[in-house]
């Protein structure tokens, strides 16, 4: 996984390389991808993601 740091003040986006393998290691750590729901939608918005799916309008 990379980080990058946003332009907003102390926020950061983990880009990940291989999605079932993160899964996997948040699963074993016993975190799960909770932070989809709790994590503000106006950050998963300005989140640099990689290949992210394109919109149809």
């Known amino acids: 996984m990379k980080q990058f740091a946003s332009g907003h003040a ?3 986006a ?3 390389d291989d999605l079932d393998a993160a899964v996997d290691a948040w ?3 016993g975190i799960g ?3 989809l729901w709790s994590t ?3 950050f998963l918005r300005t989140a640099p993601y990689r290949e ?6």
Request: positive net charge; charged residues 20%.
């Open 40 to 42: 503000p939608r106006s």
């Open 27 to 29: 699963l074993k750590v």
């Open 10 to 12: 102390m926020q950061s």
């Open 33 to 35: 991808p909770f932070f």
């Open 52 to 57: 992210a799916p394109a919109r149809s309008r």
């Open 14 to 16: 983990w880009v990940v």
